[in-house]
């Protein structure tokens, strides 16, 4: 039976779904600082400060381009969707994640500071190209695609899963076709969306009624579709789906489907790539990383060592 009562913890996830046109500092001295040790707890987003002790790594720094290290800012955007990756905090104006705090942490070990831009994810990676901004963040999977047109420079791991109803007969999704004749709620220009897209004709090719795709443009949205029974199923982001589902009553996280390699973006070409990966591989050697990993309860999306540009994991 379809439900529609909003519990008080499903409105943590909505939070995200607040306008995506706010701006705020890059400063990464201005991370927000919490009780030690609050982790990902439920009905809580983590606070602890993880990133003022990072000191600038001045071999790494040395990577920038000159007149990179002469400015010493970059633009940075970033894609607002659910945490842990990126959301508001309470006051609807900081932003606060996995991605920010690599960010952050990473502009301290290159003695850089980030203007900030929150921008719309499906926007973030054709301004790059454009040259509206330097770098983007938004829990980016690294796939052939992108690869084409985008760099990256790897810190986490993560990918794509799926997440149901309690009263979902749903059983584990080993391939797409066990999704035949069902609505799938998804992120809006994500490799989840194409992902969907491009496989519907296994349902046909089955003889089987194809699924129906469903795509909204904030996380809040596409756990209200869940919930409220016009979707049957979502699709999003491992580390998302399960904080989210220990977040709200009446969804169960049901199973990881594939893992790609997380990482910043950046135009085809960039020279700034050798500065970052040094960097996130400075954040692994003085334990920061792991901390911010700590912080946020994704401990099984640690790498071993941060990479440009990777293949696409198969």
């Known amino acids: 039976m379809p439900r529609t009562r909003h519990t008080a913890a499903f409105a943590l996830i909505t ?20 009780a030690a040790g609050d982790g990902a707890a439920k009905g809580k987003v983590p606070t602890t400060d993880v990133v003022s002790s990072v000191r600038k790594d001045e071999a790494a720094a040395r990577l920038l381009p000159a007149d990179v290290r002469a400015a010493g800012t970059l633009t940075i955007a ?5 945490p842990p990756g990126a959301t508001y905090l309470a006051d609807g104006k900081t932003v606060a994640g996995t991605d920010i705090d690599f960010a952050d942490a990473v502009a301290r070990k290159l003695g850089l500071r980030f203007t900030r831009e929150v921008a719309s994810f499906e926007a973030i990676l054709p301004a790059l190209g454009s040259g509206k901004y330097d770098v983007g963040t938004g829990n980016f999977g690294v796939t052939e695609e992108r690869r084409r047109t985008i760099d990256f420079v ?19 999704v080993t391939d797409l076709t066990r999704l035949c004749g069902l609505t799938v709620g998804t992120g809006a220009g994500t490799t989840f969306e194409v992902t969907l897209e491009e496989n519907r004709h296994l349902c046909t090719d089955a003889g089987r009624k194809p699924y129906d795709v469903k795509t909204y443009n904030d996380q809040g949205a596409t756990w209200a579709s869940l919930q409220q029974g016009r979707s049957d199923v979502v699709m ?5 789906l399960r904080y989210a589902v220990g977040q709200q009553e009446g969804v169960r996280f049901l199973n990881e489907f594939k893992r790609l390699d997380v990482g910043f973006a ?4 960039t020279p700034l790539a050798p500065a970052f990966q040094a960097a996130v591989n400075g954040l692994k050697a003085d334990g920061t ?7 946020w309860g994704i401990g ?15």
Do not use: H, M, W
């Not at 990383?289 to 912080?295: A, F, P, T």
């Not at 999306?301 to 198969?314: F, G, L, M, N, V």
């Open 236 to 240: 999003s982001t491992i580390n998302g």
């Open 300 to 314: 099984a999306s640690a790498i071993s060592t941060s990479q440009i540009s990777p293949p696409e994991i198969k």
């Open 289 to 295: 990383y792991d901390r911010i990993l700590e912080k």
């Open 15 to 34: 939070v995200a779904a607040l306008a995506l046109t706010a701006c705020g500092s890059g400063d990464p001295a201005s991370a927000p600082a919490g």
């Open 78 to 82: 970033v894609g607002v969707s659910n």
């Open 266 to 269: 950046f135009k085809k070409g």
């Open 154 to 172: 790897t810190y986490i791991n993560d990918g794509q899963g799926f997440a149901v109803r309690d009263d979902s007969k749903l059983k584990k």
